[in-house]
């Protein structure tokens, strides 16, 4: 009933279902309504004041081959003023989940960092919902891991164009996102900053905290005591010693889906004892749910430390917020 390039949020129909009114939205515009009947008619543009004085960009899509030759669809953001002649820096943000995909929504996460002069790139690797049941449950038991090597797999294809300086790249994400964050900085060098964000550090300690248990064996075969191999073999924390990259680590108080104490926590401390460049930022009373329904306030700093972050390490702006000495 519609198409192109966008995502619908919510909809209702008259009773006869003739009508039906939607929010849709697309990656550069938050969400309006619209009415469906023929064809999709705009009812309203509620954010028109805001984007007159705001230049945005529109993401490229792309599809590539990863190792074994499966197909990932992922977007390259680049900034308003691009210059295909120029290098620029790059994030690569990682959803969690992990059973989660990008898509046709707005995300001003990925336009202001667009907008501070990075390229982002932001893929849906395997795992990843929208592409049938097989590549959605292909990662059971091997969480992380080949999930890595097709994000991987996206940067080089991004390096191929040209335009990204592969001496000034950064990793994030949050969740599933902040778990695949510790363990590509322990499974590579090539990322000179990273922002792991509500992140998990140890399977072990997480099956025993976390506000939900895996009763049921859904990333592991046995529980821990059973198999304790297998939990240490894709903890980041086991491999925390291959660890070069400055790294910043974004926690909620009361975060009880990736607890702390699993997660940034223990990755802060091994960092520090290695003298690697380290930072915490907690945020008092914020659940996992910091990114999307925090306090306002703290959903503006927790933007301006990611990006902060980056600056210091991918374009020598430094910050004395964060001395590592």
């Known amino acids: 009933m519609t198409d192109g390039q966008h995502a ?8 006869d279902g003739s009508t039906i009114a939607a929010t849709i939205s697309t990656q550069t515009n938050i969400g309006d309504l619209f009415m469906i009947d023929a064809k999709p008619r705009q009812i309203t543009n509620v954010n028109q004041e805001v984007f007159t004085d705001i230049q945005q960009s529109a993401p490229e899509e792309i599809w590539y081959k990863s190792f074994d030759g499966r197909s990932i669809q992922g977007w390259i953001l680049k900034p308003p003023d691009f210059d295909s002649s120029k290098k620029y820096p790059l994030i ?21 960092m667009a907008a501070k002069g990075y390229v982002v790139l932001f893929t849906n690797p395997r795992g990843s919902t929208s592409y049938g049941q097989e590549f959605g449950n292909i990662i ?6 080949d999930d890595y090597k097709d994000l991987m797999a996206g940067v080089d294809e991004l390096l191929k164009r040209g335009y990204v300086d592969a001496n000034r790249m950064g990793v994030t994400g949050g969740s599933g996102g902040g778990l695949l964050t510790n363990w590509t900085i322990t499974q590579t060098q090539r990322f000179k900053a990273a922002v792991a964000q509500r992140d998990i ?7 025993f905290t976390a506000d939900f248990w895996l009763a049921k064996p859904t990333w592991f075969r046995k529980a821990p005591w059973e198999d304790p191999q297998d939990y240490a073999a894709r903890s980041p924390i086991t491999h925390v010693a291959n660890v070069t990259t400055p790294t910043m680590y974004v926690l909620g108080d009361q975060d009880y889906r990736t607890p702390p104490a699993d997660g940034g926590e223990m990755m802060f401390r091994a960092l520090k004892y290695r003298k690697i460049p380290t930072v915490m930022v907690r945020f008092p009373r914020e659940s996992h749910e910091l990114s999307r329904s925090g306090e306002p306030k703290h959903r503006v700093e927790r933007l301006q430390h990611i990006v902060g972050w980056m600056d210091q390490w991918l374009q020598g702006k430094k910050n004395p917020a964060y001395s590592t000495n």
């Open 201 to 207: 550090a140890d399977w072990y300690g997480f099956w």
């Open 92 to 112: 690569l943000e990682i959803h969690g989940g992990p059973h989660a995909a990008y898509g046709n929504v707005y995300t001003q996460e990925f336009q202001w």
């Open 140 to 145: 059971q038991y091997r969480y992380p891991g």
């Open 8 to 15: 619908v949020g919510a909809f209702t129909a008259t009773p």
